[in-house]
């Protein structure tokens, strides 16, 4: 399955390594439902993108992917307007920065809900109407193999979506669809430097060694495409070497 032509949906598309893929995707010939939160950035990004592609190739959708009824109303929306969807990246993440001691149950379901559940119902949603072809990427990260102080949630969220990256997987294999991820490192964007860890010196980032959105949509769009058509379950680091350093 080539993107030319076919319908992706990215989640956390208003910003960062979310705009970067969905801009590689349309570069390549897809059609791309934004979704995010955010309306009026839904709209700055939709409008950036217009200048590059075909206005009438770029959808948007307010998802809260923690919501199971906006998941299905996305998917609607691409394919009513698309008619398929073939790709989904579930990019969306969030991150809450507090001792474990200091951490609340609603810390960890908000967290949860956004960066494994959501992944979850845009998967199923997939396994319910994706055509045969169809390639599924979840975009983890380097904290779901090592991680740092104040940020359990996040770290345990992205280590259970690769997991339910190897089961959705097995199970989408009879289906014909695909389901991988990929784990970035240190990434150029505002997630980055508004790290407090990252500000107060808890986590050590040497300039070095920051790629950038698109080395990240690079990969995902290697993961969509037929090109990657014997690649199931599996986890890329897209970190620079770094997790590779004794």
Same mark, same amino acid.
């Given at each position: 399955m080539n993107p030319n032509k076919?319908?992706?949906?990215?989640?956390?598309?208003?910003?960062?390594?979310?705009?970067?893929?969905?801009?590689?995707?349309l570069r390549d010939g897809a059609s791309v439902v934004l979704a995010d939160l955010d309306q009026q950035r839904l709209e700055t990004a939709r409008a950036e993108l217009g200048k590059e592609a075909d206005p009438a190739r770029i959808a948007t959708s307010v998802c809260d992917v923690s919501s199971e009824a906006d998941v299905v109303r996305t998917v609607d929306a691409c394919v009513q307007q698309f008619g398929s969807i073939d790709i989904i990246v579930n990019n969306a993440g969030l991150m809450v920065f507090k001792p474990l001691e $200091?951490?609340?149950? $609603?810390d960890w379901n908000r967290i949860l809900g956004v960066d494994l559940v959501g992944a979850f119902y845009f998967i199923k949603q997939a396994f319910l109407r994706m055509p045969r072809g169809g390639a599924i990427v979840n975009v983890a990260s380097v904290h779901a193999i090592e991680t740092e102080p104040m940020v359990a949630s996040y770290a345990a969220a992205k280590a259970a979506l690769l997991s339910l990256t190897r089961s959705a997987a097995l199970e989408g294999k009879p289906k014909g669809i695909r389901?991988?991820?990929?784990?970035?490192?240190?990434?150029d964007t505002p997630m980055l430097w508004d790290n407090p860890n990252v500000r107060s010196g808890i986590e050590v980032i040497d300039k070095n060694e920051v790629g950038q959105p698109d080395d990240v949509a690079e990969v995902v769009a290697f993961l969509a495409s037929d090109n990657a058509s014997f690649v199931q379950g599996a986890?890329?680091?897209?970190?620079?070497g770094r997790l590779a350093r004794l």
């Amino acid at each position: 399955m080539n993107p030319n032509k076919k319908a992706a949906i990215v989640t956390g598309a208003a910003g960062g390594i979310g705009l970067a893929i969905a801009r590689r995707l349309l570069r390549d010939g897809a059609s791309v439902v934004l979704a995010d939160l955010d309306q009026q950035r839904l709209e700055t990004a939709r409008a950036e993108l217009g200048k590059e592609a075909d206005p009438a190739r770029i959808a948007t959708s307010v998802c809260d992917v923690s919501s199971e009824a906006d998941v299905v109303r996305t998917v609607d929306a691409c394919v009513q307007q698309f008619g398929s969807i073939d790709i989904i990246v579930n990019n969306a993440g969030l991150m809450v920065f507090k001792p474990l001691e $200091e951490q609340t149950g $609603e810390d960890w379901n908000r967290i949860l809900g956004v960066d494994l559940v959501g992944a979850f119902y845009f998967i199923k949603q997939a396994f319910l109407r994706m055509p045969r072809g169809g390639a599924i990427v979840n975009v983890a990260s380097v904290h779901a193999i090592e991680t740092e102080p104040m940020v359990a949630s996040y770290a345990a969220a992205k280590a259970a979506l690769l997991s339910l990256t190897r089961s959705a997987a097995l199970e989408g294999k009879p289906k014909g669809i695909r389901v991988n991820a990929v784990l970035p490192g240190a990434i150029d964007t505002p997630m980055l430097w508004d790290n407090p860890n990252v500000r107060s010196g808890i986590e050590v980032i040497d300039k070095n060694e920051v790629g950038q959105p698109d080395d990240v949509a690079e990969v995902v769009a290697f993961l969509a495409s037929d090109n990657a058509s014997f690649v199931q379950g599996a986890s890329l680091l897209v970190d620079g070497g770094r997790l590779a350093r004794l």
